[in-house]
């Protein structure tokens, strides 16, 4: 898509995907079916597994401890935040 750089997570932010989204209902769709056929090394699924395994758990444990399990969204956002920060 012109004027989106993927050269990071962080695309999601730049003002072209929000403009883009808004114009295409269906493009977030698009988008996880390019990422689900994408292919990965073996090095970097095993990171991200333990990236992966290590976040949900501390984010597990922080719901559990403030009697917060229905935040689903609010939790949703900041464990892509943490991925995104991990480069995953």
Known sequence: MPGI???SPSFCDDPWF????RSDPHYLNHYAAFIAK???DANYLARAKV???????LLHAELVE???LGACV?????FFRI??????
């Open 83 to 88: 991925l995104e920060q991990e480069k995953i």
């Open 66 to 68: 403030h009697g917060r």
């Open 18 to 21: 929000f403009e883009v989204e």
């Open 51 to 57: 990236i992966i395994d290590n976040a949900v758990s």
């Open 5 to 7: 750089s993927f050269d």
């Open 74 to 78: 609010g939790i949703s956002e900041i």
């Open 38 to 40: 994408r292919p990965y």
